[in-house]
Structure formats: structure tokens, C-alpha cells
């Protein structure tokens, strides 16, 4: 958990604020009983102290701005380093994507390997509505509605949904290389 520097500055903000209207009230104090003593009967020359304490207030406020902004910015950065840091190390999320598709054609067994053909759905992204080819292994999750799913159940026709994580090679058609998981859409199996 990072250190709470926004609490420290309104905090060390207001102790600014107090300590400049506590000395500057006790000038005034001083001032003015002064004044009262030498039987002075002129105008003031010290500014009253409530415009001390909202003048200094304003500029706290406006200091504490820039700088929570600054340290906004530094915080929104490091995270921003962070999770392309975590890219080269391998983070599970980075890179994902998913896509909607028909099976077209399925080749193969889980065991002696396979090819999955679909073509994307309307719904996607153009990008993802042609032809893609891809093998799934046995650290491909197939699921059912949360449900694991046996590579056997899938058919031809079938909605899914694909995730993947990587490049896909462009040729006709084009193949995944990293399918993370399978969604079967439909509601009956």
C-alpha cells in the first residue's frame, strides 16, 4: 500500500494556515494594544487579521493544488511503468483480447492434436470478423457457463467466444497462436 501523501499535505496545509493566522493575530494583538496605550486614535496600518487568514488559505489552496497534481501525475506514471514492466514478466491480463465466433470446422482430437476453424461474428471489431484457425492444448480452459467443458462437446455451429494473448499470424486463414480460453455462448450444450 503507498503512502498516503494526499492526507499529508492537507494535513501539513492546515498547520500552515493556523500557524501563520495564530503569529499573525498575535502581531495584531500586539499591535493594537500598542496603539490603545499610546492613545493613538488613527486608522490601523496592519491589515485586519481575517484577510491575513483568507488570503494565506487561498494560496495554501492553490499550493496544495499543484502539488497534488504533481504527485497525482508521478503516482498515474509509476502504475502506468508498472504495467508494462509486468508485460515483460509475463502478467496474466496484459495483451489479452477476446472475440465472438462460429465454429466452422473442427480437425483433430485434445490428444492428438487439433485445429479449431470460426469465422467472427458481425458483433466484433472488424479486425475480428474473418476466418482464424487455432490449436487448443490442455492449458486451453474450455468452460460452459463457469462450467468445465470436454473438447469432445464442441461441434461444428457452435458460438464461442476465444481469448487469446499474443500476435495472430496474418495468412488465409489466420492462425492464433495463444488461445487462453473457450466460451461456449450457446444455452444448450
Known amino acids: 500500500m503507498n503512502f498516503p501523501y494526499f492526507f499529508v499535505m492537507v494535513l501539513g496545509a492546515i498547520a500552515i494556515v493556523t500557524a501563520v493566522s495564530a503569529i ?33 488559505a487561498i494560496l495554501v489552496l492553490i499550493a496544495t493544488t499543484i502539488i497534488s497534481y504533481f504527485v497525482g501525475y508521478k503516482t498515474a506514471y509509476d502504475r502506468m511503468e508498472n504495467a508494462a514492466s509486468s508485460q ?3 502478467g496474466e491480463s496484459w495483451g489479452q ?14 490428444e492428438d492434436g487439433n485445429t479449431i476453424t470460426v469465422k467472427g461474428l458481425s458483433v466484433n471489431d472488424i479486425n475480428y470478423r474473418g476466418k482464424f484457425s487455432f490449436s487448443v492444448f490442455g492449458e486451453t480452459s474450455l468452460e460452459w457457463h463457469n462450467t468445465p467443458l470436454d473438447f469432445s462437446e464442441l461441434e461444428a455451429g457452435d458460438m464461442i467466444s476465444v481469448t487469446y494473448r499474443g500476435e495472430i499470424q496474418e495468412t488465409s486463414p489466420a492462425v492464433i497462436n495463444e488461445v487462453l480460453r473457450i466460451q461456449l455462448l450457446d444455452d444448450n450444450k
Open 24 to 56: 499573525y493575530f498575535q502581531l495584531y494583538k500586539r499591535h493594537v494594544n500598542r496603539a490603545v496605550k499610546e492613545g493613538k486614535r488613527t486608522a490601523h496600518t496592519m491589515v485586519s487579521p481575517f484577510y491575513v487568514l483568507l488570503i494565506t
Open 88 to 90: 515483460d514478466d509475463g
Open 97 to 110: 483480447q477476446t472475440f465472438y465466433a462460429e465454429i466452422t470446422e473442427i480437425s483433430g482430437t485434445l
